[in-house]
Every structure is written in C-alpha cells, then in structure tokens.
C-alpha cells in the first residue's frame, strides 16, 4: 500500500501541553506536508517542508523530516482548545506523476 | 479571494442512482483533485485533472468518473450509487503541472457529502 501512516491515531491532551504526531512513507519524496481537518470539513494546509529541509518552524508548529528514516513529526507547542481537529501528512512523491500519499491521520482533542 | 467552492453541501440519493458534484477552483489554479473521505477514514484519491486532462486516476471502479471544464471547474460523477459511497468528497485545486512542479500545495474546498439510502 502507498498509505503513508500516522501515530498515534488518538491524542488528547489539556490545553498548554505540547502534541506530537509523527508520519512515515515509503517512497522517495520531494516534500512533506501537513495539513488540518476540523471536524466533517475541508483541509487546510498548515506547514510543507522540502526534502533537503530538516527542520522548519511556522509560529506554534514546529516540523522535522529525516529522510533517513522516511519519517517526519510535527509538534504544537502551547497546545489550545482551538486546536481540537484531524492532522494529517501528505508526502509528495519524487518524479513526475506529482501523486500525494496521505497520512491516514492523527485526532487531536485539546482539553480545556 | 474566492476559495475552492463544492456544490452542493449535502446529497441524498439511493442505491442505483446517480450523483453529481461540482467544484470552482481558486482563481488561477488549473489543477483539480477529487478525493473521497469515508467516515473515520483517511483521503482517498479519485481524480488528478490538469488544464482539461485526465493526470492520473486512483482505485476506483469506472462508476467513479470526472470531467474539468474550460474555465477550470470540475464534475464528478459517480453512477449506480453503493451503501459504501457514502462519504465526504473533497476537492481541492492547486497550480498547473508547469507552474506548481516540485510543491503542489493544495487549497481544499468545504466539501460534499453524499448519502446513500
């Protein structure tokens, strides 16, 4: 299967925690994004970083990618309620066809 | 700026039936992707369309089929509807093939929900 994997698929934390969720794939990327899905709705791109990236920040999000390992982890720090939602990864494959593989999420519930 | 628009928000159909759903991509996209999300599921690509053409396809029996006008916007259709088409269809648009080659970001649309009775 081209599914990229997520863990954990559950997390729930109280508000000011951090979170973190990790993503594998298995395939030669060009880069890796991460997006967010509130409950039932479309999805909204939250941070993408490029295969010969290791880290970048975006305010609270913090994303780390080692190729290496085909894995890539994106943290929220401060965490709050608000952040309440679905995450999920989407590696872009290397070459042409341009195909995403998506994670198959991580369900975030911020306690207040 | 107008966002990607998915028409309509919700549909009811029964087994055997046909379903349409439309989307408007953001100004200047010319990259359409449908994707179906089942309940407590991840994506799970359809259609890839490009300036008009068919790009690539995922698993889903012919049944499951899409057009992309002149202007960009986008048609799925999906006939002799099953219980398990039931879901979320999403659409999503991004920068052609020439300009967004190397990171196909891609701006969502609320989505369309589809029911099968």
């Known amino acids: 299967s081209q599914q990229g994997e997520e863990d954990p698929q559950a997390l729930s934390i109280q508000e000011g925690e951090n979170a973190t969720m990790n993503c594998s794939y298995k395939?030669?990327?060009?880069?890796l994004q991460w997006y967010r899905q509130n409950s039932g709705r479309g999805l909204v791109h939250l941070i993408l970083?490029?295969?010969n990236e290791r880290e970048k920040h975006s305010g609270r999000l913090r994303v780390t990618l080692d190729t290496s390992k085909k894995s890539s982890s994106l943290l929220i720090t401060a965490s709050r309620a608000a952040d309440t939602a679905s995450y999920f990864c989407?590696?872009?494959?290397?070459?042409?066809?341009?195909?995403?593989?998506w994670g198959l999420g991580t369900s975030l519930a911020v306690n207040p | 700026e107008a966002g990607v628009t998915q028409s309509p928000t919700h549909l009811i159909k029964t087994r055997g039936q046909q379903a349409t759903l439309r989307c408007s991509p953001i100004?200047?996209?010319?990259?359409v992707y449908w994707y179906q999300q089942a309940l407590g599921l991840g994506l799970q690509f359809l259609l890839w369309?490009?300036?008009?053409?068919?790009?690539n396809r995922g698993n889903f029996p012919p049944r499951f089929s899409g057009r992309q006008f002149p202007n960009y916007s986008s048609e799925l259709n999906v006939n002799a509807l099953e219980l398990e088409d039931s879901a979320l269809y999403l659409c999503?648009?991004?920068?052609?093939?020439?300009?967004?080659?190397?990171?196909?970001?891609?701006?969502f649309g609320a989505g369309s929900r589809l029911t099968v009775l």
């Open positions: 999503a648009s991004s920068l052609g093939w020439r300009e967004g080659l190397g990171a196909n970001v891609l701006t």
């Open positions: 100004s200047g996209h010319t990259s």
């Open positions: 369309y490009d300036e008009g053409e068919e790009r």
């Open positions: 395939t030669s990327i060009n880069n």
């Open positions: 970083i490029r295969s």
């Open positions: 989407a590696a872009l494959n290397a070459g042409n066809n341009r195909k995403l593989i």
